[in-house]
């Protein structure tokens, strides 16, 4: 009976000093947690897990580490097949192209009266009964001299002009002495390049006879990339312009746009003779255009100014040749603009409706 009582004293000894020993515990984390600094430490270290996707995949095991990097290496193999299907479709490009060609030919010719429509090829009923009624009040309101029209009316005046007056991104280039030299403007092109070369497309601005240079056809060519980059394959996202290249205008004696002449006055330090010298500095043109900016090709870094002014190149050259060429008519009359603004405005309202929901 001793050696029981014995023992049953000895347990509860242990559980008391067991409970004693889980209070300290409790007391002493519950004296931690009320510290601010450990509090502090505590809550950045639950931000930085929270906000660095990197820092919350370093806590996991390396064997899951090791999946991630398979699954990595899967996603650069499909960067590549990505690659090889813009090829394909810079491909269709040039296909589809050469059938477009045939109908912007035929609108070449009506543009500069080389031909004149059928009836049947002028037969257009508007979707715009508002546009239809306008046409109609004008027609009554307004008498037109036939006979002087068919005399003096050729094609569709000042068409490519028109456009580059209407589209916001070219108007702002558009200086008021290009404006003569545009209106000889008579059609632009897109060419892709062939089967087994560098992806690329140029653009040919074809003008007729006139006083200011004697090029018939002047071009700009935008050389493109559609492969992942080895150092970032992630950031591929299809086909970018990587390089520009315009071409030389044979300029007329005194039209050069692209320069003015400036007078300076020299004062001799010895003799305090005074000369007047002029030079040639760059003046601000459209046609500048045609002499972009080169990317270096030893990877040297382009100035903010340059590299800005070369995205801005390339983002017209790309308007160029998936818009305006595409849809030259509905920019001329000033359709297509209003679908583009009507889009922009359904992008905002978007933006708005997300905001209030969030």
Known sequence: MADNSKTEDTASDSLEAAKNATNKKEKLADQVMQNPQVLAAL??????????????????????????????????????????????????ERKYAALYQPLFDKRREFINGE?????????????????????????NAVVIDEKAEETNVKGIPDFWFTIFRNVDMLSELVQ?????????????????????????????????????????????????KSEPDKTDPFSFEGPEIVDCEGCTIDWKKGKNVTVKTIKKKQKHKGRGTV???????????????FSPIKVSGDGESLDEDSEFTLAADFEIGH???????????LYFTGEAIEDDDNFEEDEEGEEEFISILS
Request: proline letters at 6%; charged letters at 30%.
């Open 115 to 139: 031909a004149e429509p059928t009836d049947a090829e002028a037969e257009w009923h508007s979707e715009n009964e508002d546009e239809e009624k306008l046409a109609g009040d004008l027609k």
């Open 43 to 92: 809550q950045e270290r639950l931000d930085n897990t929270s906000l660095t996707p990197s820092s919350y995949i370093e806590t996991f095991p390396k064997a899951v580490i090791r999946r991630i990097d398979a699954l990595k290496k899967l996603q650069v193999k499909c960067a590549h097949i990505e690659a090889k299907f813009y090829e394909e479709v810079h491909d269709l």
């Open 319 to 329: 308007f160029f040749r998936e818009r305006i060429v595409p849809r030259a008519v």
């Open 176 to 224: 008021e002495y290009d404006e003569p030299i545009l209106k000889h403007l008579q059609d632009i092109k897109v060419k892709f390049s062939e089967p087994g070369q560098p992806m690329s497309f140029s653009l040919e601005f074809h003008f007729g006879p006139n006083d200011y240079f004697s090029n018939s056809v002047l071009t700009k060519t935008y050389k493109m």
């Open 275 to 289: 000369r007047t010298i002029t030079k040639q500095v760059p003046n601000d043109s459209f046609f500048n255009f």
